[in-house]
């Protein structure tokens, strides 16, 4: 029987957004494994249908892609000692990959969502990746604009520059996608909709639609450092 995400799960984490210690956790320790356990196995399920469309899910397990749960609060002012979600990345390399990817955000409270793209590249990407967009704008418009990407992410977000990168023009037809520093596809996930029966179908489906962009965002990085 295939696996879902169980509602004990999501509760879990609702919990844990407001009981944020060491203490309530360790207490709370079966809860934890349970979970994790549950979205491991929705991930490993996940990728073996993944992988009939996207050569990058092939041979990649659940467990290896799950972030963990502990923050690094050495240099933050958020002292918060664990992360409210589980994320998993799917991308080449694993989930520590910079390349564009596939992201899967769990959390209570109607926080999850389904994401693509690329997220703070390095320099030397960056550049390659505003080079490829200024030189192809129309097959990046083109992606952006299907229905199937439209309707599941509308327009693409990410942190932007506040002016014009160095070596563009401020008239550049691709201005708008130029400014950015990360090229991100976000669909958000209604509780109700990650309790459903279909719901890896959900994710899959959206994982489709946004192959395309990733694609485009990953072309011009296969030569950068060669």
Known sequence: MATTIEKSTLTFLSDLSKNNTREWFNQNKPRYDAARKNYS????????????????????????????????VRFSNDKRPYKDHFGAYIAEGGRKSILPGYYLHLAGNDNSFVAGGLWMPPADYLKAVRQEIDYNLEELESILQEPAFKERFGNIQGEQLKT???????????????????????????????????????VLEAFKAVKPFNDFLMAPLKDVGE
């Open 164 to 202: 014009t990168p160095k070596g563009y023009d401020k008239e550049n037809p691709a201005i708008e996608y130029l400014r950015f520093k990360s090229w991100n596809a976000v669909m958000p996930l209604p509780d109700k909709v990650v309790l459903g029966k279909d719901f890896k179908d959900v």
């Open 41 to 72: 196995q929705f991930l490993d399920e996940l990728l073996a249908e993944m992988a009939l469309f996207e050569p990058v899910a092939h041979g990649q397990q659940g467990k290896d892609l799950l972030f963990r749960i502990y923050r690094d």
